[in-house]
């Protein structure tokens, strides 16, 4: 899996961080998204597809390898 940002488009809305808190995170003066793994782990594909899903703004892109 491979993730990607569209950082343009995040809304700061946090959803990203309460679902996969391992794989995302904010910025603290903007609240913008910040990815802090684009490969992640095998155990948070699930919640990393949950996030994308959940991304009011579409921000969060998804490749399986």
Known sequence: ???TV???KCVA???C???APEVFDQRDEDG??????EAPD??????VRE???AC?????????S
């Open 1 to 3: 899996m491979k993730i």
């Open 32 to 37: 913008m998204v910040v990815l802090l793994t």
């Open 56 to 64: 009011p703004a579409a921000a969060i892109h998804v490749a399986d």
């Open 42 to 47: 095998a155990d948070q594909h699930e919640a």
């Open 51 to 53: 996030a994308a899903l």
């Open 17 to 19: 961080v309460l679902i």
């Open 6 to 8: 569209d950082e343009p």
């Open 13 to 15: 809305a946090g959803q």
